[in-house]
């Protein structure tokens, strides 16, 4: 069954350092999701591609954090520097297309620590 | 207030008993209405999805809508020890799939 690829599994990193993470979405599936999930909390959209562009990105620090899926396919999430407020799981999705009906497949995700 | 409110639990059940996961939510306009689960260190797992409101069963599971109390429920019949997982509940209003999600409600059925 094909899944979401997601690397590195855990991350732990000092503040005012860079991370990067990746997502391998399934094949065939135009839209991608970055999501935040906070230890209790559910899961927050930080940025939506569709194919190679950005959709919603409402939500992302974009004073820290960028993402890009430069030939729509894989993608990675960077945060520039890490601050201790974004020890998170960084969850990335893919669904075929964007509607509701669309079902959103979750990766395993990166657990980031940042002391 | 949360749009989603979700309550963490732990739920602590015997094994064979029926669970109930409860949320509420104060956005009329969501019309989609879904239930994950998320093992411990996983992404997580879309079980069920149901359109507006009424009941919807697969297998064990029946996931219940009541739009006028903005309430839905998800039941488990003969709970599993394999079933000890985070419930999630998400909810969107159409037009483009961006779930809002509940907090989750860790559940635990012991043998």
């Known amino acids: 069954e094909a899944e979401v690829a997601q690397s590195p599994r855990y991350k732990i990193t000092e503040k005012s350092q860079a991370v990067a993470f990746w997502c391998d979405p399934i094949?065939?599936?135009?839209?991608l999701y970055w999501y935040r999930q906070i230890l209790g909390q559910g899961p927050e959209l930080l940025v939506q591609?569709?194919?190679?562009?950005?959709?919603?990105d409402s939500q992302l620090p974009k004073d820290r954090f960028s993402a890009e899926r430069l030939k729509g396919v894989d993608s990675t999430l960077k945060i520039q520097p890490a601050e201790l407020g974004d020890s998170a799981m960084y969850l990335c999705?893919?669904?075929?297309?964007?509607?509701?009906?669309?079902?959103?497949?979750f990766g395993p995700g990166t657990r980031l620590t940042v002391l | 207030q949360k749009e989603v409110e979700q309550d963490p639990g732990p739920l602590s059940v015997p094994e064979g008993a029926i669970v109930s996961l409860n949320c509420t939510y104060s956005?009329?306009?969501?019309?989609?209405f879904m239930w994950y689960r998320q093992y411990s260190r996983k992404g997580p797992e879309l079980l069920m999805y149901?359109?507006?409101?009424g009941n919807k069963e697969d297998g064990r599971f029946t996931a219940q809508v009541d739009k006028s109390s903005k309430y839905i429920s998800l039941f488990i019949r003969d709970s599993q020890p394999s079933d000890s997982a985070t419930y999630l509940c998400?909810?969107?209003?159409?037009?483009?799939?961006?779930?809002?999600f509940g907090r989750g409600t860790s559940l635990i059925v012991h043998p």
């Open positions: 094949s065939g599936h135009a839209t």
């Open positions: 591609f569709q194919d190679e562009s950005v959709v919603d």
């Open positions: 149901t359109y507006s409101s």
């Open positions: 956005n009329s306009a969501f019309q989609y």
């Open positions: 998400a909810m969107s209003a159409g037009g483009s799939y961006i779930p809002t």
């Open positions: 999705a893919s669904s075929f297309g964007p509607r509701d009906t669309d079902t959103q497949y």
